[in-house]
């Protein structure tokens, strides 16, 4: 599997459900992107014009089959600022669990 994540214009997220869900996606991780530090002066340069607020970050799951293809759907219906696609390996995930063999049995 793959996870992808972009970042999209705010304007932009009623786009991205109507071609996720086209995709047959059943759903994906919504965030704010924050805004990178700025100096004062990159502050005061930035304020009249900034879209900072208004980009959110989405990330979704994919089988690797259908990553070309969904990748391309997105890119041509939304128009995120960025995409990224990142390998999701499910074996790092079960071997993040807890061993349970270390937990006191009174909790």
């Known amino acids: 599997m793959k996870i992808i994540e972009a970042v999209i214009m705010r304007s932009n997220l009623d786009d991205f459900c109507r071609c996720v ?13 924050q805004p990178q530090l700025l100096d004062c002066q990159q502050l005061a340069e930035a304020a009249p014009t900034s879209n900072i607020a ?8 994919v089988f690797d089959e259908q990553t070309k293809s969904v990748v391309h759907a997105v890119l041509e219906s939304v128009h995120p600022d960025s995409i990224g696609i990142f390998k999701f390996d499910q074996d790092t995930r079960d071997g993040s669990t807890t061993d349970r063999s270390s937990i006191p049995s009174d909790l």
């Open 54 to 61: 208004a980009r959110l970050k989405v990330d979704f799951a």
């Open 21 to 33: 869900r086209q995709l047959g996606v059943l759903g994906f991780d919504l965030s704010e992107e």
